[in-house]
């Protein structure tokens, strides 16, 4: 493997750990505005 293929796949890490980092926050905040829901 060279170099540029380790970078394509280190670049790609990081943008699916991005992503899935996006998702969590996105899925916590569904979960708090459906707790405040609850409460009305």
């Known amino acids: 493997m060279d170099d540029f293929t ?3 796949y280190e670049v790609k890490y990081q ?8 998702t969590l926050l996105n899925l916590n905040l569904w979960n708090k505005l459906d707790k405040i829901h609850s409460l009305f």
């Open 6 to 8: 380790l970078v394509g």
């Open 15 to 22: 943008l699916s750990r991005k992503q899935a980092l996006k």
